[in-house]
């Protein structure tokens, strides 16, 4: 399974997907509230083939002479299992849309310190006193606490 040094480092008790595979269980026809022993036995087995998928391609890359573990390296490792590279195609090809479609949507709204000119455009720094640039950062800080808080409870609906 996983080498010894990854597994002795993992912390006892520390569940990492915890929130997800009760979702999954459930999902899949289980309890709403399953065993907390079967969560942590199927977070334990996620981990360790994570943790050994890491490590298989951090090891194709070694002997590819390269020190950085790069997405060929995992599609390389996955390449055995036809269902799963698939999988992780697809995966990668969302990404890339969801990329493209915020990219068409990303505006300067709501950004701090930046000119709607565009990233290569220098902007000239206006003079001010110590006190109103505290008052900015602070009314900054809160636009950006209502914005989270509209993603978050639109999640939520």
């Given at each position: 399974?996983?080498?010894?040094?990854?597994?002795?480092a993992?912390?006892?008790?520390?569940?990492?997907?915890?929130?997800?595979?009760?979702?999954?269980?459930?999902?899949?026809?289980?309890?709403?509230?399953?065993?907390?022993?079967?969560?942590?036995?199927?977070?334990?087995?996620?981990?360790?083939?994570?943790?050994?998928?890491?490590?298989?391609?951090?090891?194709?890359?070694?002997?590819?002479?390269?020190?950085?573990?790069?997405?060929?390296?995992f599609k390389?490792?996955?390449?055995?299992?036809?269902?799963?590279?698939?999988?992780?195609?697809?995966?990668?090809?969302?990404?890339?849309?969801?990329?493209?479609?915020?990219?068409?949507?990303?505006?300067?709204?709501?950004?701090?310190?930046?000119?709607?000119?565009?990233?290569?455009?220098?902007?000239?720094?206006?003079?001010?006193?110590?006190?109103?640039?505290?008052?900015?950062?602070?009314?900054?800080?809160?636009?950006?606490?209502?914005?989270?808080?509209?993603?978050?409870?639109?999640?939520?609906?």
């Amino acid at each position: 399974m996983t080498e010894p040094r990854a597994r002795a480092a993992r912390q006892k008790g520390q569940l990492n997907f915890e929130k997800e595979l009760r979702g999954l269980l459930y999902a899949h026809g289980d309890d709403p509230d399953p065993l907390p022993e079967t969560v942590r036995v199927l977070d334990e087995i996620v981990t360790d083939v994570i943790i050994e998928t890491c490590h298989a391609a951090s090891r194709h890359a070694t002997l590819n002479n390269r020190q950085k573990v790069k997405l060929e390296d995992f599609k390389f490792v996955v390449s055995k299992d036809e269902r799963l590279l698939g999988r992780m195609t697809e995966l990668i090809g969302m990404e890339k849309e969801l990329k493209k479609a915020r990219k068409v949507f990303d505006t300067d709204e709501g950004k701090v310190g930046l000119e709607r000119g565009g990233p290569g455009k220098k902007r000239k720094r206006a003079t001010k006193e110590k006190g109103e640039d505290a008052e900015d950062m602070e009314e900054a800080d809160d636009g950006m606490d209502e914005m989270m808080f509209g993603v978050l409870t639109s999640f939520a609906e």
